[in-house]
């Protein structure tokens, strides 16, 4: 892994040539996020396992993806589904052995591909030793690696946990309580204790000696707590706060932030990636300029589209104008300072297809004019598992099917807002976090070629339809149409501009269009989506030399326009 050389940019404001932002070993690649639990089960007990990851490496490398991130594997009672680790040095039986994890490095190594695993460290799980130690003796060294309080002096603030409820809950056999910002199995670590940084660092450091490519950096954020704890105004009849009213009074998470990076990352060179959803105005160099905390963090904007501070149940359908500013806002508040990964779904996440094409109009074009979309706009493309066939939303018929703790608490809130139970399941599906953790669809044998066994969560029925071995060969597929993508990104003749070229919206007051110039030293691409199923009649702004990706067979050009057909995407070089 090689870095550290500066780029020469084209300066998105001037036009002029830049040096810039320092170029990286992981810019031009492709990330693709696995969610063990579903994606090959080697074993038939139902659950995804390593051994599967390693048998469809084969596959990845077919698809072109060469980062691979991989959901916690940790030893974890799963309430969280492994976001709640009991051992971080331990591989959970469920998932496989620490031999296993050993030859997965190597084999994916030897592939020229990268492992990157979950950094799951605002909270452990009450499993956690560290936590035992807490319950056991709460005026120890351990209690004050979590945040303990008296219970006789009441709670002492009002924040919601994540999932629904207070933060605080009872500390088991004590007259103490603690802190949860997530589900009550998850404890919050206490990151003002340096003995407490300590131990992460040196976990980290360990995992990275062994051959990882860097992390995933799961809700980061909450770290750094707003101190002292007090009330802020209730927003829901449960006379609690919602938790990022506590972040935006939090200051100071970069001094924790630039510990980590130069204690552990910076020593390897390693990929970082933050889920981080509540920086603040003008952070976004701090966390991913040249010198920032991580080396990337996702694109979030796109998703917080429609969401309502009451709860899923009221969230709102995004539009395609929605999407478009959602995209190019992103893009020119990072400009060339950094580099986003972008995404369209992730395991937190509905299916991406069924949440951003209209509801009714799911198709196989639509899934590609997406997927062409996100993926040539400036940043780390990131494909969650199964969204490179086009997996879709699944659908509930009780609420018995969902096994996800966050959908459930939606669920509650629903019914306690007043909807019927029939109301409460079909809003809080369309958003839940288990359309993207049905497993990955292989074939169209007995559970979608996934576990010879029971499967541990329900497959999509639409799985004998969509499903990898169709897709695979098959030149109009969505498969094939996410290698394509690949295969650009990674043409030398064209690299440079894709990967670092700078972005101008194009056409941005037509409707339901979504257009825009990748420019390069010596080469403009132009990229458009027509994101509707109805035809328009598109401007071109000069004379195209080559059509490089068109998700149809047509290309009606006329003059100095061009008949995009319903859900036409293409990627255009300009002379
Ligand atoms: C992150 C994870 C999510 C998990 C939560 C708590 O948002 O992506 O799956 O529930 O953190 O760890």
Same mark, same amino acid.
Not at 187 to 193: A, K, M
């Given at each position: 892994?090689?870095?550290?050389?500066?780029?020469?940019?084209?300066?998105?404001?001037?036009? *002029?040539?830049?040096?810039?932002?320092?170029?990286?070993?992981?810019?031009?690649?492709?990330?693709?996020?696995?969610?063990?639990?579903?994606?090959?089960?080697?074993?038939?007990?139902?659950?995804?396992?390593?051994?599967?990851?390693?048998?469809?490496?084969?596959?990845?490398?077919?698809?072109?993806?060469?980062?691979?991130?991989?959901?916690?594997?940790?030893?974890?009672?799963?309430?969280?589904?492994?976001?709640?680790?009991?051992?971080?040095?331990?591989?959970?039986?469920? &998932?496989?052995? !620490?031999?296993?994890?050993?030859?997965?490095?190597?084999?994916?190594?030897?592939?020229? !591909?990268?492992?990157?695993?979950?950094?799951?460290?605002?909270?452990?799980?009450?499993?956690?030793?560290?936590?035992?130690?807490?319950?056991?003796?709460?005026?120890?060294?351990?209690?004050?690696?979590?945040?303990?309080?008296?219970?006789?002096?009441?709670?002492?603030?009002?924040?919601?946990?994540?999932?629904?409820?207070?933060?605080?809950?009872?500390?088991?056999?004590?007259?103490?309580?603690?802190?949860?910002? =997530?589900? /009550?199995?998850?404890?919050?670590?206490?990151?003002?204790?340096?003995?407490?940084?300590?131990?992460?660092?040196?976990?980290?450091?360990?995992?990275?000696?062994?051959?990882?490519?860097?992390?995933?950096?799961?809700?980061?954020?909450?770290?750094?707590?707003?101190?002292?704890?007090?009330?802020?105004?209730?927003?829901?009849?449960?006379?609690?706060?919602?938790?990022?009213?506590?972040?935006?009074?939090?200051?100071?998470?970069?001094?924790?932030?630039?510990?980590?990076?130069?204690?552990?990352?910076?020593?390897?060179?390693?990929?970082?990636?933050?889920?981080?959803?509540?920086?603040?105005?003008?952070?976004?160099? *701090?966390?991913?300029?040249?010198?920032?905390?991580?080396?990337?963090?996702?694109?979030?904007?796109?998703?917080?589209?429609?969401?309502?501070?009451?709860?899923?149940?009221?969230?709102?359908?995004?539009?395609?104008?929605?999407? /478009?500013?959602?995209?190019?806002?992103?893009?020119?508040?990072?400009?060339?300072?950094?580099?986003?990964?972008?995404?369209?779904?992730?395991?937190?996440?509905?299916?991406?297809?069924?949440?951003?094409?209209?509801?009714?109009?799911?198709?196989?074009?639509? /899934?590609?004019?997406?997927?062409?979309?996100? &993926?040539?706009?400036?940043?780390?493309?990131?494909?969650? *598992?199964? *969204?490179?066939?086009?997996?879709?939303?699944?659908?509930?018929?009780?609420?018995?099917?969902?096994?996800?703790?966050?959908?459930?608490?939606?669920?509650?809130?629903?019914?306690?807002?007043?909807?019927?139970?029939?109301?409460?399941?079909?809003?809080?599906?369309?958003?839940?976090?288990?359309?993207?953790?049905?497993?990955?669809?292989?074939?169209?044998?007995?559970?979608?070629?996934?576990?010879?066994?029971?499967?541990?969560?329900?497959?999509?029925?639409?799985?004998?339809?969509?499903?990898?071995?169709?897709?695979?060969?098959?030149?109009?597929?969505?498969?094939?149409?996410?290698?394509?993508?690949?295969?650009?990104?990674?043409?030398?003749?064209?690299?440079?501009?894709?990967?670092?070229?700078?972005?101008?919206?194009?056409?941005?007051?037509?409707?339901?269009? !979504?257009?825009? &110039?990748?420019?390069?030293?010596?080469?403009?691409?132009?990229?458009?989506?027509? =994101?509707?199923?109805?035809?328009?009649?598109?401007?071109?702004?000069?004379?195209?030399?080559?059509?490089?990706?068109?998700?149809?067979?047509?290309?009606?050009?006329?003059?100095?326009?061009?008949?995009?057909?319903?859900?036409?995407?293409?990627?255009?070089? !300009?002379?």
């Amino acid at each position: 892994m090689s870095g550290g050389r500066r780029g020469s940019l084209v300066d998105n404001r001037t036009g *002029q040539q830049e040096d810039t932002m320092k170029k990286q070993w992981w810019q031009n690649k492709t990330a693709y996020q696995i969610y063990p639990k579903s994606f090959y089960d080697s074993n038939g007990d139902g659950i995804g396992d390593l051994p599967g990851i390693i048998e469809k490496l084969d596959y990845l490398k077919y698809l072109g993806v060469d980062i691979l991130w991989l959901s916690p594997i940790y030893q974890s009672p799963l309430a969280d589904q492994g976001y709640d680790i009991s051992d971080y040095y331990q591989i959970d039986p469920r &998932f496989g052995t !620490m031999e296993d994890m050993d030859r997965l490095i190597k084999e994916a190594k030897s592939r020229g !591909m990268y492992i990157l695993m979950d950094l799951v460290v605002n909270h452990c799980s009450d499993e956690h030793e560290w936590f035992k130690k807490a319950m056991a003796d709460p005026e120890g060294e351990y209690g004050n690696f979590f945040y303990l309080a008296d219970q006789k002096d009441g709670r002492p603030c009002n924040w919601r946990s994540y999932f629904g409820g207070s933060v605080w809950e009872p500390l088991p056999g004590t007259d103490k309580q603690y802190l949860h910002m =997530f589900h /009550k199995k998850q404890p919050d670590l206490n990151w003002e204790n340096p003995r407490v940084r300590r131990e992460i660092y040196k976990n980290i450091n360990w995992w990275l000696e062994k051959g990882l490519a860097g992390f995933r950096i799961d809700a980061i954020i909450n770290i750094k707590k707003a101190l002292p704890m007090q009330d802020y105004p209730a927003d829901r009849a449960d006379g609690l706060c919602a938790p990022d009213v506590m972040l935006s009074h939090a200051e100071g998470i970069g001094e924790f932030l630039k510990e980590m990076r130069d204690e552990t990352f910076r020593k390897y060179d390693a990929f970082t990636v933050g889920e981080v959803f509540n920086e603040k105005p003008g952070e976004l160099e *701090q966390f991913i300029g040249d010198d920032g905390y991580f080396s990337s963090m996702f694109d979030f904007n796109e998703h917080l589209i429609g969401q309502d501070p009451r709860g899923s149940y009221a969230a709102k359908a995004v539009t395609a104008e929605q999407y /478009k500013e959602a995209c190019f806002g992103a893009q020119e508040k990072i400009g060339d300072m950094g580099f986003y990964s972008t995404l369209i779904e992730n395991h937190d996440e509905p299916r991406g297809v069924s949440h951003f094409l209209p509801k009714g109009q799911v198709c196989e074009a639509g /899934k590609k004019m997406l997927a062409g979309l996100y &993926f040539m706009l400036r940043g780390l493309p990131f494909i969650y *598992q199964g *969204q490179e066939i086009g997996m879709e939303n699944v659908e509930f018929s009780s609420i018995d099917q969902v096994d996800d703790i966050s959908t459930r608490a939606e669920y509650q809130t629903a019914l306690d807002a007043g909807l019927s139970p029939e109301e409460a399941l079909a809003a809080v599906g369309e958003s839940s976090r288990d359309n993207a953790r049905t497993p990955m669809q292989w074939d169209d044998t007995l559970h979608a070629g996934f576990t010879a066994g029971q499967p541990w969560l329900k497959e999509n029925p639409n799985y004998v339809d969509i499903n990898v071995k169709d897709q695979m060969g098959r030149p109009d597929s969505v498969l094939e149409f996410y290698r394509s993508l690949i295969r650009l990104r990674k043409d030398e003749r064209y690299q440079d501009t894709v990967v670092y070229g700078s972005l101008q919206p194009y056409l941005r007051e037509q409707k339901n269009l !979504m257009a825009y &110039f990748r420019k390069g030293e010596t080469q403009t691409l132009l990229v458009i989506g027509n =994101f509707q199923k109805d035809a328009q009649e598109v401007r071109l702004p000069g004379a195209v030399k080559h059509v490089l990706i068109n998700n149809l067979e047509s290309w009606k050009e006329e003059g100095s326009t061009v008949q995009m057909c319903g859900w036409q995407f293409v990627v255009l070089e !300009m002379e």
